[in-house]
């Protein structure tokens, strides 16, 4: 059974917006704003930042050139646009 989320009113959220934002990504603790009793939002804490270094480059090395990159990749006559 999951916890019951801690609740701000949406009047005290907005005044306190920044400090709540701040709380929440440092505890890691869901917070539910209401209003009037109804829930309207709930904010979480950001995922975790993936590691760019860890797929930026990742694949350097691996591609290979099979053919001539150079040249037209069909014959001239094929292409309508080119006849004038």
């Known amino acids: 059974?999951?916890?019951?989320?801690?609740t701000i009113t949406i009047s005290e959220f907005k005044a306190t917006c920044l400090a709540v934002l701040r709380r929440v990504k440092l505890?890691?603790?869901?917070?539910?704003v209401t209003r009037?009793?109804?829930p309207m939002a709930i904010i979480s804490p950001p995922y975790p930042a993936q590691d760019s270094s860890t797929w930026v480059g990742s694949l350097v090395g691996t591609g290979r050139i099979v053919g001539d990159i150079i040249s037209p990749a069909g014959n001239q006559e094929d292409w309508e646009v080119l006849d004038t």
């Open 27 to 32: 505890t890691g603790q869901p917070l539910l």
């Open 1 to 6: 059974m999951t916890e019951p989320l801690d």
């Open 36 to 38: 009037r009793g109804e």
